[in-house]
């Protein structure tokens, strides 16, 4: 039996799986904004001095991009917005934690915020792959 080594190096795949994996996971964190609101971002916001309705970008974000990466739909511009996001999200709840280290762990204390956010950058950079809805454009 002779194993085909390219399968092995499979670029398209691996897209698919780290779409599956970004996009997979922060849609959990969207869908419970969207039944829990989006209150705790709002008080954050208006304590900044912003107006609280922003809060809702992250909704958006968090659910619709979520989609929109899981399913290679405009994957780039999905992933443009997602990194936004997390950029944002990264500064305001984490600003104090981004030197530091988690005593418990011994990681760095913003891991999987960036792990999200550097997923998001890996796609706006490839695409979505051959695996997608939409492929070929400047916003896949």
Known sequence: MKIDKN??????LGLLLLRLTIGGLMLF???????????????MLEGMGLPGFIAYFSLAAELLCSLMI?????????????????????LMAHSGQI???DPMTGGWAIELPMLYL??????????AGKYAVTKGGILD
């Open 7 to 12: 399968f092995l190096r499979n670029n398209d």
């Open 99 to 101: 030197f530091s280290v």
């Open 70 to 90: 899981i399913a290679g739909a405009w994957t780039r511009a999905a992933a443009i917005v997602f990194a936004g996001n997390m950029a944002v999200a990264i």
């Open 29 to 43: 964190h969207g869908i419970h904004k969207l039944v829990s609101g989006v209150g705790f971002i709002s008080g």
């Open 118 to 127: 550097l997923g998001a950058v890996v796609l706006i950079f490839t695409g």
